[in-house]
C-alpha cells in the first residue's frame, strides 16, 4: 500500500494568515493527489484534484503544488469558513489511501 | 443535479453482517465515466476506502476488508450496496458512498451513515 504521511496534524493560525499544509507519499503517485476539506459531521468536500487542480466552485485561495513525492495545500488567506480538518488522497493505484488528516484552528 | 443517499440499519450486531446501499439520484449509475465507492470514518478518526464498483459489476477491495466486504449493483434500481461480514466494534463508523471519475476522484458524496456495532 501507498503511505500518505500528512503534516502537520494540528496547525493554530489566525484569518488571514497563510498556511500550508504537506502531503508526502511512500512511493510516486504521479500527480494522481487530491485535497479535501471536511467540517464536523458533514461529507469531505473536494478542494484540489491531480495535484495542482481547483475544483469548480472551490475559491482561489486554495492552491496545490507537487514536487516528487510531496505535495502541498495552500490557504493563502485564511478565511473563517476554512477552519476545518484537510486530508490528502492518493489515487494513483489500489488500494486508494488517505493521510491521517491536519486540523486547522482557529489561533 | 446528481446527488447520493446512504440508507440502512444504524445498528448492527457483533458478528453479523452490515448492509448499506447508495441511492443515485439525477443521474445514471450506468455512466462509463464513473467509478461508485464506499469510503468510512471511524469516529473521530480519518478516512479509509472500502472499495468501487463499475456499473458492469466489477469491483475493487481494499485488502485489509476483501475476505469480509462485498460490493454489488442493481442498474435497474439506480443503487450500489455494501455488505460487510462478521462485524466488531472495530466497524463502527460512518460510512459514505461516493462517486469517483478518473481525473477528480471524490467529488460527490453522499451525507454518511453512522453504523454502530453493538450487542
Known amino acids: 500500500d501507498i503511505q500518505m504521511t500528512q503534516s502537520p496534524s494540528t496547525l493554530s493560525a489566525s484569518v488571514g494568515d497563510r498556511v500550508t499544509i504537506t502531503c508526502r507519499a511512500s512511493q510516486s503517485i504521479s500527480s494522481w493527489l487530491a485535497w479535501f476539506q471536511q467540517k464536523p459531521g458533514k461529507a469531505p468536500n473536494l478542494l484540489i484534484y491531480k495535484a495542482s487542480n481547483l475544483e469548480s466552485g472551490v475559491p482561489s485561495r486554495f492552491s496545490g503544488s507537487e514536487s516528487g513525492t510531496e505535495f502541498t495545500l495552500t490557504i493563502s488567506s485564511l478565511q473563517p469558513d476554512d477552519f476545518a480538518t484537510y486530508y490528502c488522497?492518493?489515487?494513483?493505484?489500489?488500494?486508494?489511501?488517505f493521510g491521517q488528516g491536519t486540523k486547522l484552528e482557529i489561533k | 443535479q446528481v446527488q447520493l443517499q446512504e440508507s440502512g440499519p444504524g445498528l448492527v450486531k457483533p458478528s453479523e453482517t452490515l448492509s448499506l446501499t447508495c441511492t443515485v439520484s439525477g443521474g445514471s449509475i450506468s455512466s462509463s465515466s464513473y467509478y461508485w465507492g464506499w469510503i468510512r470514518q471511524p469516529p473521530g478518526k480519518g478516512l479509509a476506502w472500502i472499495g468501487n464498483i463499475f456499473y458492469t459489476g466489477s469491483t475493487y477491495y481494499n485488502p485489509s476488508l476483501m475476505s469480509r466486504v462485498t460490493i454489488s449493483v442493481d442498474t435497474s434500481k439506480n443503487q450500489f450496496s455494501l455488505k460487510l461480514s462478521s462485524v466488531t466494534a472495530a466497524d463502527t463508523a460512518v460510512y459514505y458512498c461516493?462517486?469517483?471519475?478518473?481525473?477528480?476522484?471524490?467529488?460527490?458524496w453522499g451525507q454518511g451513515i453512522l453504523v454502530t456495532v453493538s450487542p
Open positions: 488522497q492518493q489515487y494513483n493505484s489500489f488500494p486508494y489511501t
Open positions: 461516493a462517486r469517483q471519475e478518473a481525473m477528480t476522484t471524490w467529488a460527490l
